[in-house]
């Protein structure tokens, strides 16, 4: 148990390797799901859903048992059993599956990302001449032109890479944070879908309005992000 608490750790500094990152995201994704339902349960709708799932044979005895007490002027009874185990399976979702990874094959935006600062930059460098023939190659062979030209000296993994450690780690953290963001996007955009539906406009507005902020943050460039994330 005492190890499952220390996996909900805060997730704050920079990952080591690819699968810290992995568990980073996961983790802020759980923080970020269970804020969410906790917000989402003040609409007497939503919570009305919320208590109909905690009814489910099996549930229903784990939710008496987890009980959370009330502390002062806070009901922390409204962040009950529907809540974590929906921040669970958000958790889980985003790890097992490697979510950012099929929001970037969606948007292509590590195959953008590395044909345009990694590959084609190493290509001009080298002195070659590109045709147009060469640069779509790029495109078409970008996954194991990566491994050969760029993972195979600027991995997390390696001991001995030829890029500085400082430099992967950071590159690590700032695609965290990008993979973050966008993964919050996601969860928010789900929960002002629900908040319309339950018609609770100022859930909707409270939803909107911190995606628009980390639209922001998401936006932020990752010039220096060239390592695996």
């Given at each position: 148990?005492?190890?499952?608490?220390?996996?909900?750790?805060?997730?704050?500094?920079?990952?080591?390797?690819?699968?810290?990152?992995?568990?980073?995201?996961?983790?802020?994704?759980?923080?970020?799901?269970?804020?969410?339902?906790?917000?989402?349960?003040?609409?007497?709708?939503?919570?009305?859903?919320?208590?109909?799932?905690?009814?489910?044979?099996?549930?229903?005895?784990?939710?008496?048992?987890?009980?959370?007490?009330?502390?002062?002027?806070?009901?922390?009874?409204?962040?009950?059993?529907?809540?974590?185990?929906?921040?669970?399976?958000?958790?889980?979702?985003?790890?097992?599956?490697?979510?950012?990874?099929?929001?970037?094959?969606?948007?292509?935006?590590?195959?953008?990302?590395?044909?345009?600062?990694?590959?084609?930059?190493?290509?001009?460098?080298?002195?070659?001449?590109?045709?147009?023939?060469?640069?779509?190659n790029i495109k078409r062979d970008r996954s194991h032109l990566m491994r050969d030209?760029?993972?195979?000296?600027?991995?997390?993994?390696?001991?001995?890479?030829?890029?500085?450690?400082?430099?992967?780690?950071?590159?690590?953290?700032?695609?965290?944070?990008?993979?973050?963001?966008?993964?919050?996007?996601?969860?928010?955009?789900?929960?002002?879908?629900?908040?319309?539906?339950?018609?609770?406009?100022?859930?909707?507005?409270?939803?909107?309005?911190?995606?628009?902020?980390?639209?922001?943050?998401?936006?932020?460039?990752?010039?220096?992000?060239?390592?695996?994330?």
């Amino acid at each position: 148990m005492d190890s499952f608490f220390r996996v909900l750790t805060p997730f704050f500094g920079a990952p080591k390797n690819y699968q810290e990152m992995l568990w980073k995201i996961a983790v802020a994704d759980f923080w970020l799901a269970l804020i969410c339902t906790f917000l989402l349960r003040y609409d007497p709708w939503i919570d009305g859903v919320f208590k109909r799932l905690e009814e489910l044979p099996g549930l229903k005895e784990f939710s008496a048992l987890a009980k959370l007490p009330q502390i002062t002027s806070v009901d922390l009874a409204t962040v009950s059993v529907a809540n974590v185990v929906i921040a669970l399976a958000t958790m889980l979702f985003s790890r097992t599956t490697r979510f950012h990874d099929l929001l970037s094959d969606l948007f292509g935006i590590r195959a953008r990302f590395d044909h345009a600062n990694i590959l084609l930059p190493l290509a001009l460098t080298s002195g070659a001449k590109m045709t147009a023939r060469q640069v779509a190659n790029i495109k078409r062979d970008r996954s194991h032109l990566m491994r050969d030209t760029f993972y195979k000296y600027a991995s997390s993994t390696k001991e001995n890479a030829l890029v500085d450690k400082h430099d992967i780690e950071s590159a690590l953290e700032s695609w965290t944070l990008f993979w973050v963001a966008l993964e919050g996007l996601v969860i928010l955009t789900a929960c002002a879908l629900f908040s319309a539906i339950a018609a609770s406009a100022w859930l909707l507005i409270l939803f909107w309005s911190v995606s628009v902020g980390i639209s922001a943050v998401h936006a932020l460039p990752l010039r220096q992000a060239g390592t695996k994330g």
